[in-house]
């Protein structure tokens, strides 16, 4: 199962570094990851892994969220075939 984390904020360092901490703590591996910051705003768009996650989609979404929330980002996750069919032509 995959899934599509996307963070968005003001730039500062150790964005990256504390988002994927977190992804790795609950076994959650980054198979593709782009970042872009534009003047001082960082947005960042990672397709993950989850098949050998310890923990529930929502459960991880939750945790994200009071992550991003600690270091002043906005973090969403979404499984991957919501994302598709949000994007959908």
């Known amino acids: 199962m995959r899934a599509v984390v996307t ?3 003001k730039d500062r360092s150790g964005i990256i570094a504390k988002i ?3 992804l790795y703590e609950y076994n ?4 593709d990851i782009r970042q872009n910051v534009m003047e001082d705003i960082f947005s960042m768009v990672m397709l993950v892994d989850l098949s050998k996650c310890t923990v529930e989609l ?9 992550i991003g929330n600690a ?3 906005k ?3 979404m499984h991957e075939d919501v994302f598709n069919a949000m994007h959908r032509v």
């Open 20 to 22: 994927t901490g977190v």
């Open 28 to 31: 959650v591996n980054v198979l």
């Open 7 to 9: 963070v968005m904020g």
């Open 75 to 77: 973090v969403i996750i």
């Open 71 to 73: 270091i002043a980002v």
């Open 58 to 66: 929502s459960q991880l979404s939750k945790i994200m969220e009071e």
